[in-house]
């Protein structure tokens, strides 16, 4: 049960962070680029011009200008790649067409995605079912316990025993002030020690 509930914090947490689908080193509102190079797989990136992310859709490059290439792929971080535009051709990647090929990308990897007031995250398919799971035995155990008190005549509430790490706990917590209480005394001892010592001498 405990593993369900760190996964619910896990998620918790998630949702708290921005729209992860552009959670690499492009951000979402930085125009991406088909990228063909010779001796290589099409792949998407943002560019770089002399430090300056390029916005202009419809940017021309020199042969002899320099980009720096940064993949556009967020599940996996990469070094940028800097390299003379002579060998590359760059093709405009629209929004929605950005949009739809890292939900395709995600979605191979084995994620789904949930809503998020802050956005989309990306959610491991496994781990959306452990949640679900989780979810659906913490609205069981609410459900049993809101029938719970028809069956207590007392109507006290039931408490459950402190665990065995709870006492663990407790003990090194009185240990440690123990401890602590003992080096802070014997050290007022070697300080009043010494406070006579001196007026002694």
Do not use: H
């Not at 593993?3 to 991406?32: E, H, K, N, Y």
């Not at 990647?93 to 809503?115: D, H, Q």
């Amino acid at each position: 049960m405990w593993v369900m509930i760190a996964l619910l914090l896990m998620l918790t947490v998630q949702a708290a962070q921005s729209d992860a689908l552009f959670s690499g080193s492009v951000p979402a509102d930085v125009p991406t680029f088909q990228i063909i190079q010779r001796g290589r797989e099409p792949y998407y990136a943002g560019l770089k011009v002399d430090g300056k992310w390029v916005q202009d859709r419809n940017a021309e490059f020199k042969p002899s200008q320099e980009v720096d290439i940064f993949m556009d792929t967020p599940w996996q971080a990469q070094e940028p790649l800097r390299t003379t535009c002579r060998n590359l051709e760059v093709k405009y990647e629209t929004p929605v067409m950005r949009r739809n090929r890292l939900e395709k990308s995600w979605e191979a990897r084995g994620y789904i995605f949930r809503e998020t007031a802050n956005g989309r995250i990306p959610v491991l398919q496994e781990d959306a079912a452990y949640a679900e799971r989780a979810r659906n035995m913490v609205a069981a155990v609410r459900a049993s316990r809101a029938t719970a008190p028809a069956s207590n005549p007392s109507g006290a509430e039931y408490v459950p025993p402190a665990t065995v790490s709870e006492k663990g706990n407790t003990v090194a917590i009185a240990v440690f002030v123990t401890l602590v209480l003992a080096a802070g005394a014997a050290l007022l001892f070697l300080v009043y020690k010494k406070m006579i010592a001196a007026e002694s001498a």
